[in-house]
């Protein structure tokens, strides 16, 4: 048998801030060294608009909105002085970034605010005598030397970590709807298992004890027997609607409810039926290696099929079979009932079946050629 292959531990949710926090810093310190080492002229002023160009980064996911408006306002200062316009395009990419994220609003006025702080003063240095203050370097495309170059540069930039920020948004917000739907459906189908367990419980019950109490009121003898049988599946009954209940607070998976009953209770089920004047024999295979979730469900439909028995057959011999292989379980429950059953089936009829298919299983109920009603079943299972 091949070892299991390893998987690799997911890295903490913690981790990765940090580690998003270190690389904005970095980010920063980059931008402060690229404008002050691209400066076409030297002096602390240069340090300054580097400091108010660059270190806002470091904080854009803390504080985006500030973040951008600062760098902004940096940028139009450096555009208009003629310091860092090599770089101020993306700095201002990255600081639209975390606004565009945060919601469709904001990164449609963060949009805007971008293209007008970069382009504007751009577009001010293109067509005003005397601006920049630092004139460009020899070679080196600017909204002065080049503007359409540029702007069209800046522009697709700018546009660019907008959209990736969208669709990032975008996917995100998919993401949290299939959860939320995933969530629905497994309420869903945990809703849909505790009706399936109280439809087999109450109803298996209560049709025998009206058929005892039928028994009690139209004969004289055999009172007690049918009294007594009344008090015991009244207590059973309460047993398993306090097991389906109890499964609510344990929070198990749907058909592997801790303490819910398996096929080892299979003898009361059939005493409860020979009680109300049907000859049932059984056939059991043993079933230890046969899972408990299967074993659960298996034994719900033998319940409701046996309930089907007494309460619609009108029969006097029925015959269950279990039977287990080492990748699935099978189930029979026939009956010499003479009773035409209904074509269109009941709450009983779709629970049997819901139940086989949440093992990936099958349930067939029909007619026999020769007479009486079956209920075949296979549970899939891997051992």
Do not use: K
Not at 30 to 59: I, N
Not at 232 to 242: H, P
Not at 281 to 303: E, K, N
Not at 331 to 357: C, F, I, K, Q
């Amino acid at each position: 048998m091949p070892p299991p292959a390893r998987t690799l531990a997911p890295v903490p949710p913690r981790l990765w801030r940090w580690a998003w926090i270190a690389l904005d810093a970095l980010a920063a310190a980059a931008v402060v060294a690229a404008v002050v080492l691209m400066r076409p002229a030297s002096g602390w002023w240069v340090w300054c608009l580097a400091g108010l160009l660059g270190l806002p980064l470091a904080v854009r996911r803390w504080w985006p909105v500030p973040v951008l408006v600062v760098v902004l306002v940096t940028t139009a200062t450096a555009l208009v002085v003629g310091i860092g316009v090599e770089i101020v395009v993306y700095v201002v990419a990255v600081a639209l970034y975390p606004v565009a994220l945060s919601s469709a609003r904001a990164a449609a006025w963060g949009l805007a605010a971008a293209l007008g702080g970069v382009l504007v003063p751009g577009l001010v240095d293109a067509f005003t005598t005397g601006l920049p203050l630092v004139p460009a370097r020899e070679n080196v495309e600017s909204f002065s030397t080049t503007p359409v170059t540029v702007t069209g540069y800046g522009t697709a930039v700018v546009v660019a970590s907008w959209a990736l920020a969208w669709a990032v948004r975008t996917r995100q917000r998919h993401a949290s709807q299939l959860t939320d739907l995933r969530v629905a459906r497994a309420i869903a189908e945990e809703r849909l298992r505790i009706a399936r367990d109280v439809h087999d419980v109450v109803g298996h019950s209560l049709s025998l004890i009206t058929m005892q109490a039928a028994v009690a009121n139209h004969l004289g003898s055999g009172r007690e027997a049918a009294l007594r049988t009344i008090e015991q599946a009244s207590r059973s009954a309460l047993d398993d609607v306090r097991t389906v209940l109890g499964g609510l607070r344990e929070q198990d998976a749907p058909g592997d409810t801790a303490g819910s009953p398996g096929l080892v209770d299979l003898d009361r089920l059939v005493e409860e039926t020979r009680a109300a004047g049907v000859a049932v024999t059984v056939d059991r295979a043993d079933l230890s290696r046969v899972p408990a979730g299967v074993r659960t469900s298996a034994y719900r439909i033998v319940q409701e099929a046996l309930t089907n028995v007494r309460r619609h057959a009108r029969a006097t011999r029925c015959r269950v079979t279990v039977a287990a292989t080492d990748d699935g379980l099978s189930l029979a429950v026939v009956d010499d009932g003479t009773l035409r059953r209904s074509d269109r089936p009941g709450h009983g009829l779709l629970g049997m079946r819901e139940r086989a298919t949440l093992h990936g299983g099958t349930l067939t109920a029909g007619p026999e050629p020769d007479g009486g009603f079956a209920v075949r079943a296979t549970l899939p299972f891997r051992t």
